[in-house]
């Protein structure tokens, strides 16, 4: 297995972007995904009580459907708190672009990240579509990737190479997020691509595995979004012997798992004024979650967020944290390590000494740089 910090689309897959005037900047907005063939779906998203339309409609997509091929995203509007009009702003999206591609219109998906509580500009969108799938190709993942950006400050990519039997089976992931970043799920759009052969409940198994010890273990500011969304589709053009269990599922599980991780940590590194990568590891502890949830308490406390931007070793916020976690952690028992805070990447180390388990999260530092950016989001 080999992986590696670029954007190389899988046999079947293409892409493109380009700008389509949802964003006063002129920037690239508009994304599209594509498989020659039909691709088998799963998804996972966020848990946020007020979801936006595409969220909405994406969940019962993949719930009725089997096959996609067809993903569009569009940055800077979120098409959420928009009401009926939205969704059918969403519908609309997806059957227009679905004429264009001369699709069945069950076979696209749709995702939206931006603003919240404004209409989609959905002429703009419609009128750019025979530009955008004219522009498909293999090489269009970069602009792609960049079209779904917000207030990221680089695209982010990571693809894997694996074999299972004889034949090359490809992963290629792609995402954005750099704020609003809390677990279950963090703040992000994530579409991965594969051309393996699969069992789409194989899929379901290796992505929910995936998510948890990735997308869900890493927060920025503890802020959960209404529009997260992590969609996998698997077109089986690698031809692979098919995938269910066993050898085989263990090796795809754990290439598909190394890229949601790799770009987890490249949301961390990437999250509104950051100045600090902070890796947090609870071990000895009675269970799993108990350590998540200790290095959790830890990650998103902003007093432990500030003493480490200021480089001050007041480990006394570490303490805190853990003592408001809920768990009553003995004083005699707990040790707490840390490197250097001098550096951008820091190393947390919590022992508790009651149990086996353990855990990590990835966090970053709060800066003033935050609050400026998002002071003036609008």
Do not use: H
């Not at 009128?127 to 799938?133: C, F, G, H, I």
């Not at 790799?262 to 947090?280: P, Q």
């Not at 003493?307 to 853990?322: K, W």
């Amino acid at each position: 297995m080999t992986g590696y910090n670029k954007s190389v689309l899988p046999k079947g897959f293409k892409a493109n972007g380009l700008a389509s005037g949802i964003k006063r900047s002129g920037k690239l907005d508009l994304a599209l995904f594509f498989s020659q063939v039909p691709a088998k779906g799963v998804g996972m998203f966020t848990s946020n009580s007020m979801p936006a339309a595409p969220v909405i409609f994406d969940r019962d997509y993949i719930k009725k459907y089997n096959e996609f091929q067809a993903i569009i995203a569009n940055s800077g509007n979120a098409n959420c708190f928009t009401g009926k009009a939205g969704f059918k702003d969403t519908q609309t999206t997806s059957l227009a672009l679905a004429k264009v591609l001369g699709l069945k219109k069950e076979r696209v998906l749709v995702a939206s990240t931006g603003i919240i509580g404004r209409r989609l500009p959905i002429l703009k969108i419609k009128s750019a579509l025979p530009e955008l799938v004219e522009g498909l190709s293999a090489k269009g993942i970069d602009k792609a990737k960049k079209a779904i950006m917000t207030t990221d400050t680089f695209a982010k990519a990571y693809s894997v190479k694996l074999k299972i039997g004889s034949q090359d089976v490809s992963i290629c992931a792609v995402a954005k997020g750099a704020g609003m970043i809390a677990p279950n799920m963090a703040t992000l759009l994530v579409f991965i691509f594969t051309d393996a052969n699969i069992l789409k409940g194989s899929l379901a198994k290796a992505l929910k595995s995936a998510v948890e010890s990735s997308f869900n273990c890493i927060t920025v500011d503890g802020c959960m979004s209404t529009n997260d969304s992590v969609i996998l589709l698997a077109n089986g053009m690698a031809e692979n012997t098919l995938i269910n269990s066993g050898k085989n599922f263990n090796l795809f599980s754990s290439a598909l798992s190394l890229a949601c991780l790799e770009l987890a940590k490249m949301i961390v590194r990437d999250g509104e004024g950051t100045s600090k990568f902070i890796k947090i590891k609870v071990s000895s502890a009675r269970n799993f979650l108990e350590a998540k949830n200790i290095a959790l308490s830890i990650a998103n406390s902003n007093l432990f967020k500030t003493a480490i931007y200021g480089e001050n070793p007041n480990f006394g916020r570490i303490v805190a944290a853990i003592g408001a976690s809920g768990y009553n952690v003995s004083e005699d028992s707990l040790k707490i390590k840390a490197s250097s805070l001098k550096k951008k990447d820091i190393f947390i180390d919590v022992v508790l000494n009651r149990g086996k388990a353990e855990a990590v999260i990835y966090t970053s530092d709060l800066t003033p740089e935050y609050i400026k950016i998002n002071a003036e989001y609008s």
